[in-house]
T-cell receptor, first 114, second 110 residues
Framework: GAVVSQHPSRVICKSGTSVKIECRSL??????MFWYRQFPKQSLMLMAT?????????EQGVEKDKFLINHASLTLSTLTVTSAHPEDSSFYIC??????????FGPGTRLTVL | EDQVTQSPEALRLQEGESSSLNCSYT??????LFWYRQDPGKGPEFLFT???AGEEKEKERLKATLTKKESFLHITAPKPEDSATYLC???????????FGSGTRLQVQP
């Protein structure tokens, strides 16, 4: 149990385009999901907390207009990187909060912006 | 400000050579300490949650312990497949998100 999927696993796009990443909890419902960003050999940096049916809560320094988060159902949250630029290239990971407040992570999405 | 510090940054062991990873924390109100394993290019895999000082949990060759200031992840007789980055994270009062340490990169050589 407690499986979280992400799609796509890898995406390469041109500068200026928008990219949508999906995060799904496959066998449990999650009212709260989280989006992280990870640079090579560094730890996870929380970007935002995604709440089902309400607006996401963004961490300080994260542009909400650039990283659009939608949590439309209890099993799906999406992160859209708008007008992507090379500096947005990174490994994006989502997690879903379980019954006992543990977080189960997705496999991550490698974004490369050319 | 809540802080989580992991040591060492990197650890190289011979197969069968037991050791411990450390996670020290300074937080306002601990609601849980979590250990994860992360393989390169993948998301973190949940290992343990510890809630109170004195608590211990085991899974195969791994054992996690917790005191009021730190947690240890003991690895007994490690195998090469235990090679990964081990992440420690805390959840504190009033905050749903986890705060992560920088991780320990473990390499177990055959």
């Amino acid at each position: 149990g407690a499986v979280v999927s992400q799609h796509p696993s890898r995406v390469i796009c041109k500068s200026g385009t928008s990219v949508k990443i999906e995060c799904r909890s496959l066998d449990f419902q999650a009212t709260t999901m989280f989006w992280y960003r990870q640079f090579p050999k560094q730890s996870l940096m929380l970007m935002a907390t995604s709440n089902e049916g309400s607006k996401a809560t963004y961490e300080q320094g994260v542009e909400k207009d650039k990283f659009l988060i939608n949590h439309a159902s209890l099993t799906l949250s999406t992160l859209t990187v708008t007008s992507a630029h090379p500096e947005d290239s990174s490994f994006y990971i989502c997690s879903a909060q379980g019954t006992y407040n543990e977080q189960f992570f997705g496999p991550g999405t490698r974004l490369t912006v050319l | 400000e809540d802080q989580v510090t992991q040591s060492p940054e990197a650890l190289r062991l011979q197969e069968g050579e037991s050791s411990s990873l450390n996670c020290s924390y300074t937080v306002s109100g601990l609601r849980g300490l979590f250990w994860y394993r992360q393989d390169p290019g993948k998301g973190p895999e949940f290992l343990f949650t510890l809630y109170s000082a004195g608590e211990e949990k085991e899974k195969e060759r791994l054992k996690a312990t917790l005191t009021k200031k730190e947690s240890f992840l003991h690895i007994t007789a490690p195998k090469p497949e235990d090679s990964a980055t081990y992440l420690c994270a805390v959840r504190v009062t009033g905050r749903r998100a986890l705060t992560f340490g920088s991780g320990t990169r473990l390499q177990v050589q055959p």
